[in-house]
């Protein structure tokens, strides 16, 4: 009698390879193992408005740059203008969008609108080391103070990130001392928490994040501090002294540069709303697989004509 063993064999194979698939979409491209399971959505709306001058206008915008949340859905609204999404360089890949156009004149109002899903990524790893912070100039009058503030963290810290927290509770204390509000007269903690790592030679730089809380309107971007440290960038609020992430942070702007750049206008400003919603895990992982450009495949990818054929094909 012929052996059975190569047909087990087969079956056994092809069933460990059909497991290892479906763990690897699960873990890699979040297709849910169950069906019906849902996954939370952020629906974003920032509204640009301006008074134009009356000949050409051009406004450029940073879109959001977090690896904490993947991009499923943006478009924009400008009727008019002409649009072109550039990417600005720098360490963290920021992106903008560019609006144009010959003659424009009163108020003018352009809509980008975006939406979100967490990825499960927390960390914010660097694409690169940042060179060390360059001597930084401070004024006569407060280069006492500054000097005896870091000497003070410095004392009482290990490293990049220890030295922030020093640095953060100095500036949020109830009762500062003398040196901390002569400094704080002079500048806004988010510039002064950069200039105080820079002194120290830490590389540090402001980013601008937008809390996400559900249906709230006309909203702005709050600044924060990341610090650098053996590969990866690490949060602080200046204002509160917090240290991380908060969970409903969504990075917006992380290359140190303007948010919204207006040439050709007045009174120019970007405000956002926000809207949580609940949407299929399956139908999402599935916007996600068509946004990439690698090699990886999925029958999702393919027509619906096709994917029912292949579908009638793996049953058979």
């Known amino acids: 009698m012929e052996s059975k063993k190569p047909f087990y064999f087969l079956v ?13 979409r699960h873990v890699v491209h979040k297709v849910p193992l169950l069906p019906g399971e849902r996954v939370e959505s952020w629906d974003i709306d920032a509204r640009i408005s301006f008074v134009a001058n ?9 879109l959001p ?20 999404i550039s990417d600005s360089g720098g360490q963290s890949g920021q992106r903008r969008a560019i609006w144009s156009v010959r003659q424009a004149s009163g108020e003018q109002t352009l809509y980008y609108k975006v939406t979100v899903t967490p990825s499960g990524e927390s960390r914010l790893v660097a694409k690169e ?3 060390i912070p360059g001597a930084v100039s401070w004024p006569v009058s407060l280069r006492s103070a500054a000097e005896q503030v870091v000497a003070e963290a410095w ?25 901390v509000e002569l400094l704080l007269a002079s500048a806004e903690p988010p510039g002064l928490f950069v200039r105080l790592l820079h002194t120290a030679e830490i590389p540090a730089k402001k980013v601008n994040g937008l809390f996400l809380e559900d249906l709230r309107r006309r909203q702005t971007l709050v600044p924060l501090i990341e610090v650098y440290q053996e590969g990866e960038w690490y949060l602080f609020n200046p204002a509160t002294g917090a240290e991380g992430r908060p969970e409903n942070l969504l990075l917006w702007e992380r290359d140190n540069r303007s948010v919204l750049d207006v040439n050709g206008a007045s009174d120019s400003r970007v405000s956002f709303s926000m809207l949580q919603r609940l949407r299929s895990a399956l139908s999402t992982s599935v916007e996600l697989l068509e946004k990439q450009n690698g090699s ?13 054929l292949f579908k009638g094909i793996l049953l058979i």
Do not use: H
């Open 155 to 179: 004392g009482r810290s290990a490293n990049p990130v220890t030295y922030a927290r020093e640095i953060a509770k100095m500036l949020s204390a109830d009762d500062k001392s003398q040196n």
């Open 65 to 84: 740059n977090d690896p904490a949340y993947d991009i499923l859905v943006e478009n924009t609204t400008s009727s008019g203008y002409g649009l072109t």
């Open 12 to 24: 056994f194979l092809l069933f460990i390879t059909g497991l290892g698939a479906s763990i690897y």
């Open 129 to 131: 080391e940042p060179p």
């Open 54 to 62: 009356g000949g050409p206008v051009e406004a450029s915008l940073t």
């Open 296 to 308: 990886d495949f999925s029958l999702y990818q393919l027509p619906l004509e096709e994917q029912s």
